[in-house]
């Protein structure tokens, strides 16, 4: 069956990143001149998603309003001629068919995934984290939904990360099949260093099957009192094989202050719009 549905939690406080947070959703900070969730939302619908869930909490409306037509900015750029940028907004309105459920307590990641559960119905989905944005020659998603393709089972996006980092993540022990894809033999959830099975980091991109349901119906919570999705894997991959992928592509994490800085410099030197401009500035900058 291909994946059609992708869930997005969005439900989290964003803590790292106060007071920016208080009011904004974190999905919304911009990269330049586009939140990152929009990023994010391009990536799932250049791999072929159809359908997207947000899975929201309080504070998020600005996320909905987003995805959602804005008639009187609409209106105003159709009477001054912006074409551009009237097409522009219009298409974020109409890149897929978009969802949304609240989360009443941020309890966890794996808790936000079961308020999924009638939107998934009994499909393989994808989830997709805001946080997570990835440069790549070919969609992350697509990357992952082509290992989806080989073995029809769940599928983790994997980066080597080093070591110092590895208590930030999930980690997994993992047996290599073939360039860049992994057999999942084990999970845990942000180790400390000594106890991680490898430097293979879990990123916020995976398939997921219908099965993760009745597993994090009944999770307890693990680290940080949260329903952990890492835990839920670890007892799927007891009923069924999990896969990883080590995609190609350069990750940013934009839930954390340097992430979000080095990313919004990434793109800023990318943007042909600025002509050299930022890229001479930082020379000048550096060498002062
Ligand atoms: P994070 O661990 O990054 O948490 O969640 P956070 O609250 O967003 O940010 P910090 O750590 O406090 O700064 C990973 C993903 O899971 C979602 C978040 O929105 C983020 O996309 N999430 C987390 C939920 O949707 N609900 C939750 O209860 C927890």
Known sequence: MRVKKAVFPVAGLGTRFLPATKSTPKEMLPLIDKPLVQYVVEEAVASGIEQILFVTGRGKRAIEDHFDHAFE?????????????LHEVRQIAEMAKIFFVRQKQALGLGHAIL?????????????????????APVPCLGQLLDVYESYRAPVLALEKV?????????CVRANQLAKRVYEVLDLVEKPAIIDAPSDLAIIGRYILTPGIFP??????????GEIQLTDALVRLSKQESIFGCQFEGLRHDCGD???FLKAT???????????GAFQDYLRMRLCR
């Open 73 to 85: 900015l609409e209106t105003l750029l159709e009477d001054k001629g912006k074409t551009a940028e």
């Open 115 to 135: 308020c999924a559960k009638e939107f998934v119905g009994a499909e393989p989905f994808a989830v997709l984290l805001g946080d997570d944005i990835i440069d």
């Open 162 to 170: 080093p070591m110092v980092n590895i208590s930030s993540y999930g």
């Open 215 to 224: 597993i994090l119906e009944d999770q307890a919570p693990g680290k940080g």
């Open 257 to 259: 202050k340097l992430g």
């Open 265 to 275: 410099v990434d793109m800023a030197l990318k943007r042909d719009e600025f002509n």
